[in-house]
C-alpha cells in the first residue's frame, strides 16, 4: 500500500491521542490567530480548519491527493482547499495578511524554499504563526531522533523527525518575534517578513 495513502487513512485517529493531551488547544492558539488574508500552509485532513474564526478568506494548500480527500468534507465558509506545494506557492508577492502552519515543515521537501515562499507571499507586515517539532534542544534526545528518523519518515508520511526547523526559517529570511516552547518536542512561535507583524501574539 502506498505509505501516503495509509498515513491519510489514519491520520485522524493518529492525532486523537495527541490533541487529548494538547495539540488540539495549540491548533486553536495558533489559528485563531490569524486574520484577513490567510494562507495554510499543509492543510492535510482539515483539521485547523474550525479554529479560522478571524479570517476574512483561507487558501488551504495540500501537495497530499489522499490527505485532500479527507479535507474536503471540512471545508465549509470562507475556506478554499487547493493542490499545490509549499516549495511552489500559486500566488503573487505580498498577497496574505496571515500565514500558518502546523506540523507541516517536517515532512516538505524541501522546507528551505518553502519557508522563502512563505517570506515571499507575506505582505510586508504580514505574520507567520506555526507550530512545529524542530530537532530537540536536549542531546540525548537529538541524538535519538536522528537515528529514528530514517524510518520514521518511511512510515511517517515522509516526517523527519531531526529538521532543525527554526533555523530554516531564519535562513529565508524570516524574523521570529516570538517563540512558545510547548514541551521538549513541540513549539508555537510567530515571525514576520520585514516589520513586526501586528496581529497580537500568543502572550498578548
Known sequence: MDTHLFVAAIYDALMVPADKLGFEQVRRMVVKNATGETLEIGAGTGLNFKHFEKARHVYAIEPDPYMISHALHRTEGSVVLMRAEAEHLPFPDDSFDTVVSTLTFCTIGDP?????????????????????????????????????????????????????ILSLFRSAGLNISEIVRLDSFFVAGRASKDAPCTTPGYTT
Open 112 to 164: 528551505l524554499d518553502a519557508a522563502k515562499e512563505v517570506r515571499r507571499v507575506l505582505k510586508p507586515n504580514g505574520c507567520f504563526f506555526f507550530a512545529e517539532h524542530p530537532i530537540a534542544e536536549k542531546t540525548f534526545l537529538a541524538r535519538a531522533e536522528k537515528i529514528m528518523s530514517p524510518v520514521w519518515k518511511r512510515i511517517a508520511g515522509g516526517c523527519h523527525l531531526d529538521r532543525d
